[in-house]
């Protein structure tokens, strides 16, 4: 089982930033897609940031200009910087992973909050 484990969660002041981090058990050359997608009480679970093998990556209109999506290939992990965090950034966040075969992947999520 593939295994993914996010970090980097916590309570943040608007206006402030975080940086998420996605760790996985094996080489992310193998994934077809990552991606970061969040879920606030009650709501469903909508896409964040997502970037293909060989693709750029794309964003959610809402965080376009504050979010960043990266991947360290050496570490594979994968990333999400988050600037300009606001109140509606609130959610629980979750990495994802798609493979070839139709597989896909889900960590555990971590809480961001952003409030004074």
């Known amino acids: 089982q593939v295994q993914l484990v996010e970090s980097g969660g916590g309570l943040v002041q608007p206006g402030g930033s975080l940086k998420l981090s996605c760790a996985a058990s094996?080489?992310?050359?193998?994934?077809?897609?990552m991606g970061w997608y969040r879920q606030a009480p009650g709501k469903q679970r909508d896409l964040v940031a997502r970037?293909?093998?060989?693709?750029?990556?794309n964003y959610a209109d809402s965080v376009k200009g504050r979010f960043t999506i990266s991947r360290d290939f050496t570490k594979n992990t994968l990333y999400l910087q988050m600037n300009s965090l606001n109140a509606e950034d609130t959610a629980v966040y979750y990495c994802?992973?798609?493979?070839?075969?139709?597989?896909?992947?889900w960590g555990q999520g971590t809480q961001v909050t952003v409030s004074s």
């Open positions: 094996l080489t992310i050359f193998r994934f077809n897609a």
């Open positions: 994802n992973a798609e493979q070839g075969d139709g597989g896909t992947y």
């Open positions: 970037v293909m093998r060989y693709g750029s990556p």
